[in-house]
C-alpha cells in the first residue's frame, strides 16, 4: 500500500479524528476553553483529517456517501487559511459531535 492508497487515508482519517475525540473526552467547554494546548492540538488534528480526506479518490469516497467530504474540506481550508479567526465554538462542536459521528461513518474501514 502506498502513501496515496485510499485506504491508507481512511484509516488516516479515522485515527486522527479518535485522537481528536480522545484529547477532548471528559473535558466541559470550560476546560476546553482555558486549554491554549489542547485549542492547538485539537485544531491541527482536525486539520489532519482534512488533509487525509484530500487522499481519497472518488471512487472511493462514493462507497462513503455518509461522510460529509465537502465539509471537511471546508473544514481544514478555514482552519488552514483563517488560523487567525478560529471560532473556538465550532472547533468545539466538530470535536465533540462532528468527529464523533465521522467515526461511526469509519468503523469498518
Given at each position: 500500500?502506498?502513501?496515496?492508497?485510499?485506504?491508507?487515508?481512511?484509516?488516516?482519517?479515522?485515527?486522527?479524528?479518535?485522537?481528536?475525540?480522545?484529547?477532548?473526552?471528559?473535558?466541559?467547554?470550560?476546560?476546553?476553553?482555558?486549554?491554549?494546548?489542547?485549542?492547538?492540538?485539537?485544531?491541527?488534528?482536525?486539520?489532519?483529517?482534512g488533509e487525509a480526506s484530500a487522499r481519497v479518490d472518488a471512487e472511493t469516497r462514493a462507497r462513503y456517501p455518509g461522510i460529509p467530504w465537502r465539509a471537511i474540506k471546508e473544514t481544514r481550508n478555514r482552519l488552514i487559511h483563517a488560523y487567525d479567526d478560529i471560532d473556538p465554538d465550532v472547533l468545539w462542536e466538530v470535536a465533540s459531535v462532528d468527529l464523533p459521528e465521522l467515526l461511526g461513518r469509519l468503523h469498518d474501514v
Open positions: 500500500m502506498t502513501r496515496r492508497d485510499p485506504a491508507v487515508a481512511l484509516r488516516q482519517m479515522r485515527d486522527f479524528a479518535a485522537e481528536a475525540v480522545a484529547l477532548t473526552a471528559g473535558l466541559s467547554r470550560e476546560q476546553f476553553d482555558r486549554d491554549r494546548t489542547l485549542f492547538l492540538a485539537l485544531t491541527r488534528l482536525v486539520e489532519l483529517v
